[in-house]
C-alpha cells in the first residue's frame, strides 16, 4: 500500500511530463467547409445539377397532387347525384389515387437522396483529398471544421480554408472541368 502512495505521483508526473511534450509537438489547423462548397467550382455544378432533379422531382409532384385535387374536386361537385355505390366507387378511386400520391412522393424522395449522393461524394472526395494533402504537408495533427460548429474562437492564422479552395481551384483550372462531376 505504501508503494502505491509512492509510485501513483511518479506515474502521474511521468504522464504530465509526456503529455507536456506530446502537446508541443501538436500542431492544429481549421477549415470552414461551407466556404469551401461555397467557392468550389465542382460543389456548385453539383448544386445546380442537383436543382435540376429536384425540379423535376416537384414537378411531378406538384402535376400528381393537381390531378388529386382535380379527382376531388369533380367528386364534391357530382356527390349529390351520385348514388351510394357510385359514390363508394369515387370514395375508393380517391383514396387509391392518395396512396398512389404518397407512394409516389416517397419514391421520389428516395430518388432525390440517390442523385444528392452521386453528386456530392464526388466533390467530398476532392475536398478531403485537398484537406489531407494540406494536412500532410503541413505536419497538421488535426484540423478541425468551423462550419460543424465545434470550434467557438480560434486564431484565424490557423484557418486554412483559403489554402483548401486555392487547391480546389487550381485543380479544376488545370483540368479545365469547371463542369464536375456527374454531368448527365
Do not use: C, H, W
Amino acid at each position: 500500500m505504501r508503494v502505491m502512495k509512492v509510485f501513483l505521483p511518479v506515474l502521474m508526473a511521468l504522464a504530465l511530463a509526456s503529455s507536456a511534450e506530446a502537446q508541443a509537438n501538436v500542431k492544429i489547423g481549421y477549415i470552414d467547409s461551407q466556404a469551401i462548397l461555397d467557392q468550389d467550382p465542382s460543389a456548385r455544378t453539383a448544386q445546380q445539377q442537383f436543382e435540376a432533379s429536384l425540379a423535376t422531382y416537384q414537378a411531378e409532384v406538384q402535376q400528381l397532387g393537381e390531378d388529386l385535387q382535380q379527382l376531388i374536386d369533380q367528386y364534391e361537385q357530382q356527390q349529390a347525384m351520385l348514388s351510394d355505390e357510385a359514390k363508394a366507387n369515387r370514395e375508393e378511386e380517391i383514396r387509391l389515387k392518395q396512396s398512389q400520391y404518397q407512394q409516389r412522393i416517397g419514391e421520389l424522395e428516395q430518388q432525390a437522396s440517390v442523385r444528392q449522393a452521386e453528386l456530392v461524394e464526388p466533390v467530398m472526395e476532392r475536398i478531403t483529398a485537398a484537406i489531407e494533402e494540406i494536412r500532410d504537408e503541413g505536419s497538421y495533427s488535426m484540423i478541425f471544421d468551423v462550419a460543424a460548429q465545434g470550434i467557438i474562437s480560434a486564431d484565424p492564422a490557423l484557418d486554412l480554408t483559403a489554402e483548401v479552395i486555392r487547391r480546389l481551384q487550381a485543380a479544376a483550372a488545370s483540368q479545365g472541368n469547371v463542369g464536375g462531376p456527374g454531368q448527365r
